[in-house]
């Protein structure tokens, strides 16, 4: 198998700006320089393969469409379905965390630093065969507890 | 901050994009923060891959979890997750290994061919090893390049070159009459002095290339002085002695032997101690005998190693033994599980278990 360089140049700019939370004006997460992060469930999240057809105008507005970022895309546009699975708060002590599923569900988690820290690796198995980190994270928002009801 | 999850997301971005979270050692968070060249390498398409800096190898090595990893994008106060994990990388440092398959054994300096060449730089492309550790090993393992193929020099072509090398540089030593300290000298020379000599004074023409080689692999340089090392040397003389006698030898004669195969002036320390894993001894008697062919299996070897002498000197059977002590613990305390261990006044004898 032939060698491959695996370039370091964007996850070293992401490095050597700290983990950093969003303008005050947003609710804070823990996010890279580049915008990415880790959220860890206990268990699964079960998602529509995919879009539902005949959806009521309530349900439409929980899809919407999006677009890979520029981190991994490599200036291909790359679109799909999404949808709107929950809310996120991340309280101002940037410790705990409450992630709201639906209108029925309340997960309470922590910030948690990751050590050591996880560097994605982006591949391409084109013929290019790119291999690059592009990021580093260092933060990840983890729930382990059981989900508990809103009444 | 609303969170949205594109459907069924995957590691696997497109059918040619995926992504993978990779856990990083300081090692390696060092490379990337200095923009350093890192490399992603493997013997062959069925080996296991491995992560190489400038100096280090770490084997790369699956750890699945069942939590449900998301890796989400923060955009306009919103995130989305476009990827979801169900395994990590975890990197290993590891033993560097150079390939060498398809790489010919190079007895005699007219035995070279141009036939279906592979050169150094390939060989390194699929060793699992960085660019230090190559460099390091090369002459170790008496890997040369000429004429732009890789060769193995054949252990006899590297004492015929290493007694040429060192039969130039005790003549010229004796003839700037540094006769009486021949051992002393060969401890401190000038490195450039030395390629000179070896180029003026080789009654053989080594390429530079061997040479080179042979005074890497047989020489510690410091400050730009090179210093024979006589073990290694000594190690090399003697296993090749011992291989091309086919019959015991005594060992008070083979010590004699050995000394008149070396160089004339050239008289370094002669320990057996110095061939550890290429001999045995028995009442007197020495012989040739490779630790390498012994099996990887300890009980196995254990029971080889029986066969070939009914009782052995715990300092005696410990270069036999080294390989399959994979946790280092005392030599002693690892052979209790396998054999008798008993002290016999200040010694330590093993013996089969009945």
Known sequence: ????????????????????????????????????????????????????????????????????PDLVADNERLVRDAVKFGRLEIEKDM??????????????????????????????????GKCEFVD?????????LRPLPIM | ??????????????????????????????????????????????DYPVLVTASKTF?????????????????NGDASSYARFSNELVLTPTEPTINLRGISVLTQLSELTKKGPITL?????????????????????????????????????????????LRAIIEELVESGNEMNIMTRLQSLNKQWVTDV????????????????????????????????????VRLYGVLLLKNNTQEMKEDDFALNLKLTMPFNYHPDI????????????????????ESDLSENPVERISELFKLKKEWKLEDIEPFVARINTKKIKTDKFLIKYAKVRRVGRQTVVCAKT
């Open chain 2, 1 to 46: 901050m609303d969170l949205y999850s594109i459907l069924e997301p995957d590691h696997q971005l497109t059918s040619t994009k995926s992504l993978k979270l990779v856990e990083l050692n300081s090692e390696i968070l060092q490379a990337i923060e200095n923009k350093a060249e890192l490399r992603l390498k493997s013997a062959s398409t069925k």
């Open chain 2, 59 to 75: 084997k790369i090595r699956q750890k699945n979890h069942s939590n449900c990893v998301l890796l989400l994008s923060e955009h």
């Open chain 1, 1 to 68: 198998m032939p060698s491959r360089i695996v370039s370091t140049e964007k996850a070293s700019e992401s490095i050597k700006s700290p983990t950093q939370p969003v303008p005050d004006n947003l609710p804070s997460i823990v996010c890279t320089k580049w915008g990415s992060m880790l959220l860890e469930i206990q268990g699964e999240l079960n998602l529509p393969p995919n879009k539902p057809e005949g959806l009521n105008e309530q349900e439409e507005r929980l899809f919407t469409k999006f677009v890979y």
């Open chain 2, 271 to 290: 320990k057996l101690e110095y061939l550890k894993g290429n001999f045995i001894t028995e009442n007197g008697f020495i012989r040739y005998f490779a």
């Open chain 2, 121 to 165: 730089e390939s060989v390194f492309e699929n060793s699992p090893m960085s660019e230090q550790e190559f460099a390091r090993l090369r002459p170790e393992l008496n890997l040369v390049e000429l004429e732009g193929n890789a060769y193995v020099l054949h252990e006899e072509l590297v004492r015929d070159c290493l007694s040429s090398i």
């Open chain 1, 95 to 128: 410790k705990r965390a409450t992630l709201y599923i639906s209108t029925s569900q309340r997960l309470v988690g922590t910030v948690e630093t990751i050590d050591p820290p996880l560097g994605l690796l982006k591949t391409d198995i084109d013929e290019s």
């Open chain 1, 136 to 144: 580093v994270i260092r933060k990840k928002v983890v729930f382990k």
């Open chain 2, 198 to 233: 070896v180029e003026k004074h080789q009654e053989e023409s080594y390429p530079s290339e061997i040479t080179q080689t042979v005074l890497a692999k047989y020489t510690k340089e410091s400050d730009g002085k090179l210093a024979f090392l006589n073990e290694k040397v």
